[in-house]
């Protein structure tokens, strides 16, 4: 057999499944370290992502596995519920995920605003930074997200009382600066990806000096795995584990679902079936939750090097995760000498690309009502959780656009002699009351006023009413009568 005839693009797919192996490897550990579960879980993920998700129609490119954007709230989660439960939630997250694609939900993700998912991106990143800092310095982060943030000062304060803080520290920055300085390298250098070059050189650097950092616990891939016991199941009967579960779903699929968007944008193929999609990453889910390993979405770092390393079908991503399977099952000690400032640092990176700042900068100039959504949401994960953050951004969003769409204007003919004659166009509610009123109010009263409503294409209860209570004040005895007209309001009695 020809493989080249059977496999034409076979070639460009090996290339391009190297590619993001080596980006998803150092990813897929610091992901599960920052989320506080074992190294193996995030391979774990990784691996359900490449061949599970990877062999399943949807995006055709798109590559998934753990995401820094769930880090915060899988953190929490196993802080709140145990790690045993982790599984529980996210094989449920993917059973809902499978029954919206079969209901052909996906495509209502386009719908979500992007300022709520920009602000979102915005505060788990402010969220990371925060937390990884400490990670870095090898100190215990506070639990809460105005706790990280309140606490920073703290650092400084330990580096400077304590070598071993200070070049915990010092490694942390050092892979920063390697990762910021990476694309500046020569051609050749760049084809290995950055995540993995500062990875290694601060792992060269820790042993060669011996210097006094922690390091990633290696527990062995079947150790890790944690299939789901009865008392995990019972916790689904918890409000609370039910709203992770909600929460974890939400995200996951928004996240997963504007990333295949935007790799859409990448490359001329085929473009994504999002309820494909999202059944194919409700899979892997579910799959990762039996696994008792991190819940999985499409990661747009890992799908655009797929894409620029050339890939032309799905066999990249299904054989980025057999290296990763392979990986983890004949090098896992391999993990136990990589030290955790350095995926400190890899995960401070990934949360600074979450901060939309250049999206901040387009919307100041044309849309500040959505910069205002998204800083709230930002701010608001910050200061209270990811879910309440995310539900007020979303609050926040839905008031603004039924704030803009409320859009009324009263045009006014005040030609001497003769009535009056004013016309209201738009959508008349009651967000627009008060400057309705005011309006007419401040209208001639000493004469005849024709008030036409034809130009309304919404006019709602609160609305009605007050335009009816104006216009028998207005035609009290001793007044001229008001006459409305128009399809939008019966006839008012004119006193």
Known sequence: MDLRTSFPHLRHDLAASIVVFLV????CVGVAVASGVPAELGLITGIVGGIVTGLMRGSSLQVSGPAAGLTVL????????????????????????LAMGALRLGRWFRAISVSVVEGMLAGIGLVIIAGQLYAAAGL??????????????????????????LTSLALGAGTVAVLLLWP??????????????????????????????????????LDAVQLPGA???????????????????????????????????????????????????????????????????AVIVRSSANVHAGA??????????????????????????????????????????????????????????????????????????????????????????????????LDVDDEEPGPVRARLSGNATFLRLPKILDSLEALPQDRPIELDLGGLTHLDHACRAALENWAARHSAPGTEPVQLTGPAVSKVPSG
């Open 312 to 409: 032309r079908t799905k066999a990249s991503r299904v054989m980025h995760g057999v290296w990763l399977l392979l990986f983890a099952a004949l090098l896992p000690t391999a993990l136990g000498i990589v030290p955790l400032p350095a995926l400190a640092g890899i995960l401070v990176h990934a949360g600074w690309k979450l901060i939309p700042l250049r999206t901040v900068v387009a919307l100041w100039r044309g849309h500040r009502g959505e910069v205002l959504v998204l800083v709230v949401t930002a701010v608001a994960i910050v200061t209270v959780n990811m879910f309440e953050g995310v539900l007020i951004g979303l609050a926040l969003s839905v008031a603004k656009t039924a704030w803009d769409a409320s859009h009324i204007t």
């Open 140 to 165: 215990e982060a506070p639990a809460s997200g105005l706790g990280k943030v309140a606490g920073l000062p703290g650092i400084l304060a330990e580096a400077a009382g304590s070598t071993a803080v």
């Open 24 to 27: 998803a490897l150092p990813l």
């Open 231 to 297: 008392d995990a199941l019972g916790q689904l009967t918890s409000l609370g584990v039910l709203g992770t579960v909600l929460a974890f779903t939400l995200i996951a699929s928004a996240e997963s679902l504007f990333s295949a968007a935007a790799v859409d944008r990448l490359h001329d193929g085929p473009r994504t079936r999002y309820d494909k999609e999202l059944m194919a990453q409700g899979t892997g889910n579910a799959v990762c939750g039996l696994l008792g390993a991190l819940p999985m979405t």
């Open 184 to 221: 500046r390298m020569p051609g050749r250098v760049r084809a290995v990806p950055g995540a993995l070059a500062a990875v290694v050189l601060a792992t060269l650097a820790s042993t060669a000096f011996g210097l006094p950092v922690a390091t990633v616990q290696v527990r062995g891939l």
């Open 74 to 97: 899988v953190f929490e989660a196993v802080q709140a519920f145990g790690l045993a439960a982790l599984g529980v939630i996210v094989l449920a997250s993917g059973l809902l995920q």
